[in-house]
Structures are given as C-alpha cells and as structure tokens.
C-alpha cells in the first residue's frame, strides 16, 4: 500500500504558475505510475495527468495540455505538477493518485487533496 500527501496549493492571479506536489510513502514508490485529479465541488472529479513509473509515458487532458507539466523523482518518493498560465477555471481540489497499473481507469490510491485557487 502507499500513502500520499499533496501540497502547494494556494491562492493565484490568473496567468500565474504553480507547482503542487505529492509525496508517497510506503511501497517502493517507483512501482507506482501517478496521477493528478481534480475536482470542483458538486462536479466530477477529472482527470489531469499520468505519469509513468520511469516517467517514459505521460498523458494530459486535453483542457490542461501545453500549460501543465507532470514529472516524478523516484529518489525523492515525488510527484509534481507544474501548472502555468492558470486560468479560473483550474480552480479546484487537487488530488495525487497511484497505480500499479498505468492504464486502469480510476486509480487505487489517492491523497486527500489540496486547495488551488486562481482569480481573475
């Protein structure tokens, strides 16, 4: 099992760049792919990014794609997304998620999320 704990949430102008992050203790973390989620309340909670255990495969929604950036650092049990050019409707919950396997449709573990907030 793995456990997860995202920070670097906040409170950001439009436009602006942030970077949250989620670190996993546990199983060895490198057997994990990761994700990030997010939800806005009273909605759906979608996906945003996957990264593979080697960090060879990524893949992003298509609303987030060229702005933000997923990436890991297996030595340091890490995960990170680089969000630029934030928009309002980024505001959201974000969650980190793991796998064992990168392709199934809702991951098995998750964090409890932190708050991005951006303003007009």
């Known amino acids: 099992q793995v456990q997860l704990v995202e920070s670097g949430g906040g409170l950001v102008q439009a436009g602006a760049s942030l970077r949250v992050s989620c670190a996993a203790s546990g199983r060895t973390f490198s057997t994990y792919a990761m994700g990030w989620y997010r939800q806005v309340s009273g909605k759906e909670r979608e996906f945003v990014a996957r990264?593979?255990?080697?960090?060879?495969?990524?893949d992003y929604a298509d609303s987030v794609k060229g702005r933000f950036t997923i990436s890991r650092d297996n030595a340091k049990n890490t995960v990170y997304l680089q969000m630029n050019s934030l928009k309002p409707e980024d505001t959201a919950v974000y969650y980190c998620?793991?796998?064992?396997?990168?392709?199934?449709?809702?991951?098995?573990?998750w964090g409890q999320g932190t708050q991005v907030t951006v303003s007009p």
């Open positions: 998620a793991a796998d064992l396997l990168y392709s199934r449709p809702v991951y098995a573990y």
């Open positions: 990264i593979s255990r080697s960090s060879v495969i990524t």
